[in-house]
Nanobody, 127 residues
């Protein structure tokens, strides 16, 4: 049974930092990619960052590039999202997602490209 469990969310003032963690279990094979998404009230879920598990390539949304960093610890089956210089517009529920289909061609920032999702963790940034 695949499980993704996020942690690390919270409330912080603008300019502050948070690190989100996503602990993955139940995979028998390495996932193709792991992504972080976020969804603010009244908005669609958007891709924030992705890491391709085998090669380590990373991609970011333009709105977070230079401020957020995605990384992985394969020994712990955990993916991280380090968020620096946080802004009020970063306020959202953040979700971890896994794409286990090695042959899928979906765009990394499209939620439909991912098979499994965590429950989400709230990030609130105050001005």
């Amino acid at each position: 049974q695949v499980q993704l469990v996020e942690s690390g969310g919270g409330s912080v003032q603008a300019g502050g930092s948070l690190r989100l963690s996503c602990a993955a279990s139940g995979f028998t094979d390495t996932s193709k990619r792991m992504g972080w998404f976020r969804q603010a009230p009244g908005k669609e879920r958007e891709g924030v960052a992705v890491i391709y598990t085998r090669g380590g390539s990373t991609f970011y949304a333009a709105s977070v590039k230079g401020r957020f960093t995605i990384s992985q610890d394969n020994a712990k089956n955990t993916v991280y999202l380090q968020m620096n210089s946080l802004k009020p517009e970063d306020t959202a529920v953040y979700y971890c997602a896994a794409d286990l289909d090695l042959f899928s061609g979906g765009l990394w920032y499209n939620p439909r490209s991912y098979n499994y999702w965590g429950q989400g963790t709230q990030v609130t940034v105050s001005s």
